[in-house]
């Protein structure tokens, strides 16, 4: 659980993944032959094996905001950096890589219903531009405050997307036995701004394979759009998104992985939102591809909630997959 929250907590927006990669990069590097960090950042991990190229994906960054503009009174304008939801902003602290916080507002004259990027803006405690401008500089990230919770048999925190995909990418590594494929673990970048990080790191790879290791919306909680994934039923495995169909290839070997190892998985058909997968399907003349999500709740807010036993499974089922011949 330390580790979970470690990850979760270490800060990483779009293109700042340096602090999450680190933690990661020391975890992991007893229980794999190569590292190398490419141009782009990303992690890539091999663990040999003397079968075809099997490459599992989890992407580091998370949302955040950007500095474009101090006023006169010290109040931070700023760009979202991936998804981010005016909702999920309303009086929401956050804070800046240096460690300067802050509290997310909107203009008093315009309804709170109608706030969006262009009405909000960041006080930092700044009573002028000068006194901001030491504090912060336009183009320098944040990303939310948000406490770890656990709540029982789920828990909570800032970047469930897709940390604790990290995560349970890092813990099936160290559980591996046995590795009939040649295996790459890797931790890439920029995903929540276009899969950017997972072209590259395929172009590197250049894998047989390859599965990315995501969070999927659920379609459990009151009055919920219909969606057939529920917390604490087990991972997924996602037949489509709004950037790829899955690879019937991918797909049989993952089906056949879970019932062999007797894992419960969810098959999940979504029709928006997209992951790695959709850009490492596209390297070469193609990649059979597909993506593993856990089920989460309050995707892109500053406490998206997952369940430990769907967490747990994800882990099982990849050391499944990763031990299982291509």
């Known amino acids: 659980m330390e ?11 779009s293109g700042r993944e340096d602090e999450v990669r680190e933690v990661i990069k020391n975890e992991i590097a007893p229980y794999v032959d190569e590292i190398k960090v490419d141009n782009m950042g990303n992690l890539i991990c091999r663990k040999k094996g003397n079968g075809k190229k099997l490459m599992m994906a989890a992407h580091m960054d998370e949302i955040g905001i950007m500095v474009t503009h101090i006023d006169k ?24 890589e240096n460690g300067t916080k802050g509290v997310i ?15 909000m803006y960041v006080d930092i405690g700044a009573e002028s531009y ?22 029982g048999k789920k828990v909570s925190g800032k970047t469930m997307d897709d940390r604790v995909a990290c995560y349970a990418l ?9 590795c009939p494929n040649d295996f790459y673990a890797v931790f890439t970048t920029q995903e929540e701004l276009g899969l950017r990080g997972a072209k590259v790191a395929a172009q590197v790879v250049e894998p047989d394979m390859a599965i990315a290791v ?35 290839q991918a797909r049989d070997f993952m089906i056949k992985c879970a019932n062999e190892a007797g894992i419960p998985y ?9 992951t790695d997968t959709g850009a490492i399907m596209l390297t070469g003349t193609g990649v059979p591809s597909a993506t593993t999500s856990i089920p989460c709740r309050y995707i892109h807010s500053p406490q998206e909630t997952v369940h430990l036993d769907d967490v747990e499974n994800e882990i099982k089922f990849l050391v499944k ?3 299982t011949k291509v």
């Not at 507002?105 to 009405?119: F, L, M, V, Y």
Request: charged share 25%.
């Open 266 to 274: 969810q098959l999940e058909a979504a029709s928006f939102g997209g």
């Open 73 to 96: 009174n010290g109040f931070v304008r700023f760009a979202a950096v991936g998804g981010v939801y005016p909702q999920n902003c309303v009086h929401r602290a956050v804070k800046f």
């Open 214 to 248: 995501d969070v999927s919306s659920v379609g459990d909680t009151p009055e919920s759009n219909i969606v057939d994934l529920t917390l604490g039923k087990g991972p997924s495995v996602k037949i489509k998104d709004a950037s790829y169909i899955i690879s019937p």
């Open 130 to 151: 000068e006194e901001a401008a030491k504090m912060v500089a336009i183009g320098d990230m944040a990303t939310f405050c948000s406490e770890f919770i656990v709540m």
């Open 170 to 178: 890092l813990e099936a590594v160290k559980k591996i036995k046995e």
């Open 321 to 323: 997959m990763i031990e």
């Open 105 to 119: 507002s909107g203009e008093g004259k315009t309804a709170i219903r109608d706030w969006n990027a262009d009405k």
């Open 3 to 13: 580790l979970l929250k470690k990850i979760v907590e270490a800060f990483g927006p």
